[in-house]
């Protein structure tokens, strides 16, 4: 018998049927699960003609699958490898063997994924675009829509076709010491130009004066705090919210309300005013 | 400003494509129609006033610079923000009469677009759940060995819980939202304590964008350098994000190196240690 091997055309469907629609039939019970199915689907027939064999390997997917799904067409890729192996009746790749390799992966990979990708990657480039849309332009809109989906689209392409040929040797290179080098030295681009998104885009300003008895003000107090540092408000008010969310586990919705209260009760002393009027 | 039902019915679409878990898929979906600031582009052409749209999805967009929804839990909904608040935002500032590039206008996009973000995670979960209907039929159909309603699973059926719980909400509340906003201009004076307070907030509010962002990048103390280093070129130095993100390029270089000359070290300070192993 010949070696079994998947038509390029197979896996370019399996691949885009994951691209497209690896969420778009969430719950909360199964997450991706169907997206995964879906993705293993013109795979299995494309291996198997008989109707028993599809029904055992499509029964394999069945299981929960919930990652960071575009680091996680990886894990998808992987698995198309692994399907092609037993399907050349590799012994040691059974049902425990799959399932047992996507619950191992889902995890780190979903962490690895949430911090590079939509923690890093995404929002350097929408500071970036921030920047480019100052004042109203649309060039920032539109440099973030053709930069991230190419990036988006030919990564996970990449991501999925190593995950196929390489199979688990891909995992080692993501968690192995060369991997994490580049993940942290990434990290770093990601925090500087995150501290410069937030100097450039969020201002928190006093406006607290103090007046002499002749009404002129010798304490503004805005102008003391950027003599020492500029942005120190900005700061402060930025690590407060850290403290509360990474120390003190409190969510972002709740510290949202705490927000409010803090700029009731700054308005009602003077200490914020945005100064409006019609 | 008014939104028509046209204009309601267009936004309702991109809200159904736009979402997490939305029909334009993650990358387009979610991650690119989803954003503030795509979306403030998409409302602006819509609307017929891009400027204004662009100027407040930049706003929302500092909010939610980090939207990241680890195991499916959500904080704020994208559709909700880029295609609910962002057109009353535009409305409202409109009917102000301020100027969109403004503190002010600024301040108000962002209030606005949480306050609906926030309180449309209803619509997520309302999606999340409908599905879990069509899942069901979907399980019944693999057990038959009838594999191809896997894709009207995954990619049809979809449509009917984001016709109930993305475009009937969307079309609904911008629609009968703009003439809320309108009303509001009437009941609340611009130097009251409400407006006062309703602008501080929006200014205060990107601070838990930024806060979400660094809790992903931040293990201990000393991780907050980075993050100084780049506040302190952009707020003392005036370097803009291009820039600041260049000055990072060398730090990261230096980092790459230095982490892998760390682990070759290792390897052979453990390889020495065997040997000597072996000659006990």
């Known amino acids: 018998m010949a070696e079994k091997k998947i038509s390029k055309k197979a896996l370019s469907r399996a691949f885009h049927h994951w691209y497209y629609g690896n969420l778009t039939c969430f719950t909360q019970e199964h997450m991706q699960t169907f997206g995964y199915l879906a993705s293993m689907l013109p795979i299995i027939e494309d291996l198997y003609d008989n109707k028993e064999d599809q029904q055992r390997s499509m029964n394999t997917y069945t299981a929960f699958f919930n990652t960071e799904p575009q680091l996680g067409a990886l894990v998808v890729g992987i698995t198309a490898g692994l399907e092609e192996a037993r399907a050349n009746g590799a012994g040691d790749v059974d049902d425990e063997t799959i399932n047992g390799l996507r619950a191992g992966l889902m995890g780190p990979i979903a962490g690895i994924g949430d911090s590079l990708v939509v923690g890093t990657l995404i929002p350097v480039l929408l500071g970036i675009a921030l920047g480019l849309s100052t004042g109203g332009s649309p060039v920032g809109a539109i440099f973030y829509i053709v930069v991230w989906n190419l990036l988006a689209y030919f990564g996970m392409k990449l991501a999925y076709m190593k995950g196929y040929e390489l199979g688990g040797k891909a995992v080692d290179f993501l968690v192995g010491p ?7 030295s990434v990290g770093i681009v990601g925090g500087m130009v995150v501290g410069a998104v937030a100097a450039t885009w969020v201002s928190v300003k006093t406006s607290f004066v103090l007046k002499n008895a002749a009404g002129e003000a010798f304490l503004v107090l805005q102008d003391q705090i950027d003599a020492v540092y500029p942005g120190l408000l900005t700061a402060i008010f930025i690590v407060f919210c850290w403290w509360l969310m990474a120390k003190k586990n409190v969510s972002p919705i709740k510290v949202m309300l705490l927000l409010v209260v803090i700029a009731f009760v700054g308005v009602f002393l003077g200490f914020f005013n945005p100064g409006l009027q019609y | 400003m008014t939104i028509s039902w046209i204009q309601a019915a267009l936004l309702g679409l991109f809200a159904c494509l736009a979402s997490m878990p939305g029909l334009g898929g993650t990358s387009i979906g979610n991650y690119t129609l989803g954003r503030p600031l795509v979306g403030g582009l998409v409302c602006g052409l819509i609307l017929g006033d891009m400027k204004t749209g662009i100027l407040c999805g930049v706003a929302m967009q500092v909010v939610y610079i980090a939207l990241v929804t680890p195991g499916g839990t959500v904080s704020a909904d994208v559709r909700a923000i880029s295609y609910i608040g962002i057109p009353l935002a535009m409305v409202a500032i409109k009917t102000q009469g301020l100027d969109p590039a403004s503190v002010e206008g600024t301040g108000l996009a962002t209030s606005m677009g949480t306050l609906v973000g926030t309180v449309g995670t209803v619509l997520f979960y309302g999606t999340a759940t409908l599905n879990l209907a069509w899942q069901h039929y979907g399980w019944n159909a693999i057990t038959k060995g009838d594999f191809h309603k896997v894709y009207l699973v995954d990619w049809v ?26 009303a509001l201009k009437t009941a609340l004076p611009m130097d009251g304590l409400a407006m006062k307070t309703l602008f501080t907030v929006g200014s205060l509010l990107p601070c838990v964008g930024i806060a979400i962002l660094l809790k992903q990048i931040v293990e201990n103390v000393v991780d907050f350098i980075p993050f100084f280093v780049g506040f302190t070129l952009a707020a003392s130095l005036g370097l803009n994000l291009v820039s600041s993100a260049v000055i990072s390029l060398i730090f990261a270089t230096l980092y790459y190196q230095l982490e892998m000359i760390k682990s070759t070290r290792v390897a052979v300070a453990s390889g020495d240690f065997d040997d000597e192993e072996e000659d006990i």
């Open chain 1, 178 to 184: 060369q991997g994490l080098a580049i993940r942290k």
């Open chain 2, 157 to 182: 059926l979809p449509w009917i819980s984001h016709i109930l719980f993305s475009f009937i909400p969307t079309l609904i509340m911008c629609k009968l939202g703009a003439s809320a906003v309108t």
